[in-house]
């Protein structure tokens, strides 16, 4: 397949579609944006102090794969969080997780699997890195339905043996980007066990982790230690943008066997852009530190709160059990978010754009995803005014 023909197929990313939906038209009122998953909560006080105090590290070549001191700072955080013990060797610092989740696939996905075209498989709606990430390495994606009917997580185990016998990669988010539904210990174990049957890794996007509701959601690190898993089975994507309001910092990490991530940092040491020192030593003090990331699900918290009350009633509403989303059902999502821009100002992100048709059905169609992202009263009234023209 020739290299272009990979990508000619892929829509436009969702924010230009967007642009296109509602721009030629003016906003009904006050402009509220709720499309774009970016964190606009207070950063850590810590990181101009530190940043500043490391600016001659931006004058040398910072270590690829992260620096002792920030491997370290992470591994703590994972024995903390997960209770898992992890070596330095098994851990790799990412620009924030979108690189690693995509760069991932290129070290790991085979170019072939029992003698045919590998599967990529990936929750539909999804983080569209992974469809991405899948074709750019000349693998096959199967969009599986995470839906209602499915407790809005995909339900691997659920296909034909011969398809999961050709998978190498099965992406998983939890909490989910856009449903807000969560892993629990019984779906990481059934889907560790399956990746296990069918010899496949899985790349668990957890980048949500810390934006919880009611009960921290339990992690891949942390089952896979639980039930003694082959480490080279599951990968962990975590990432300071959500958790510490630092999307602009781009630092993440991913954890995992020691021997696919020896791969992933050869990959690196060739074509990886390596985190700049003094972000790296930023990115060490907001791992070891858990007060900012409190107070921060506290905003979080207290917002899915006002949510549940301007919704309380509203059929198939559900919080969110994690994540700072709303997926919200309508009628066809494309109509809705054109029809409340042009009545009120507010932006929404029609579900169709994170999801694909497979199979004959695209789950997203008929649902809005909805960013709480902006500060409280802002967003308040962006949801009532969503609510009383589209449920009114
Ligand atoms: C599900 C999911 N995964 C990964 C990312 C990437 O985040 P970052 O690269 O900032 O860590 C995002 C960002 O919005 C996301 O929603």
Redesign the pocket.
């Known amino acids: 397949m020739a290299f272009p023909e990979r990508f000619s197929n892929l829509p436009d990313y969702a924010f230009p579609r967007l642009r296109k939906l509602l721009d030629a038209h003016a906003p009904g009122g006050e402009q509220i944006a709720m499309t774009i998953?970016?964190p606009r909560h207070p950063m850590p006080e810590f990181v101009g102090p530190i940043l500043a105090a490391n600016l001659a590290g931006f004058g040398v070549y910072p270590p690829n794969d992260g620096t002792p001191e920030l491997l370290s700072a992470i591994t703590g955080w994972i024995k903390r969080r997960y209770g898992a013990g992890l070596n330095e060797d098994q851990v790799m610092v990412?620009?924030?997780?979108?690189?690693?989740?995509f760069n991932a696939c290129v070290a790991l996905c085979p170019e072939t699997k029992g003698g045919k075209t590998p599967v990529v498989l990936m929750p539909n709606p999804?983080?569209q890195?992974y469809a991405v990430a899948a074709l750019s390495v000349g693998a096959e994606p199967v969009y599986v339905p995470a839906t209602a009917a499915t407790g809005f997580l995909p339900d691997y185990a659920s296909l034909p043996p011969a398809v999961l016998d050709r998978v190498a990669v099965a992406y998983i988010?939890s909490p989910?980007?856009p449903q807000g539904a969560v892993a629990s210990r019984t779906y990481w174990r059934d889907l560790l066990a399956l990746a296990e049957r069918h010899d496949f890794v899985i790349f668990a996007?957890e980048?949500?982790s810390e934006i919880w509701r009611t009960a921290p959601p339990p992690g891949a690190l942390e089952v896979a230690a639980e039930v003694g898993a082959n480490p080279e089975r599951v990968f962990s994507?975590h990432?300071?943008?959500?958790r510490s309001n630092l999307?602009g910092l781009?630092?993440?990490f991913v954890a995992g066997g020691a021997r696919g991530i020896a791969e992933m940092r050869k990959l690196r040491s060739f074509a990886g852009a390596p985190l700049p020192l003094p972000i790296q030593r930023v990115s060490e003090a907001a791992w070891a530190d858990e007060i900012h990331v409190t107070e921060n699900r506290a905003l979080y918290q207290d917002k899915f709160r006002a949510a549940d009350e301007i919704f309380s009633g509203l059929q198939g509403f559900q919080c969110p059990e994690g994540?700072f989303f709303l997926w919200l059902p309508v009628e066809d999502g494309e109509a809705a978010a054109l029809k409340l821009w042009r009545e009120t100002g507010v932006r929404v992100l029609p579900g169709a754009y994170l999801s694909r048709d497979a199979g004959g059905q695209n789950p997203g169609m008929t649902y809005l995803r909805v960013a709480l992202v902006a500060p409280k009263e802002e967003m308040q009234r962006g949801l009532i005014q969503l609510r009383d023209c589209l449920y009114g």
Request: hydrophobic share 25%.
């Open positions: 998953g970016e990412l620009n924030g997780t979108r690189e690693g989740l999804f983080y890195v988010c989910a980007n996007d980048c949500y994507f990432s300071l943008s959500k999307p781009r630092s993440g994540g």
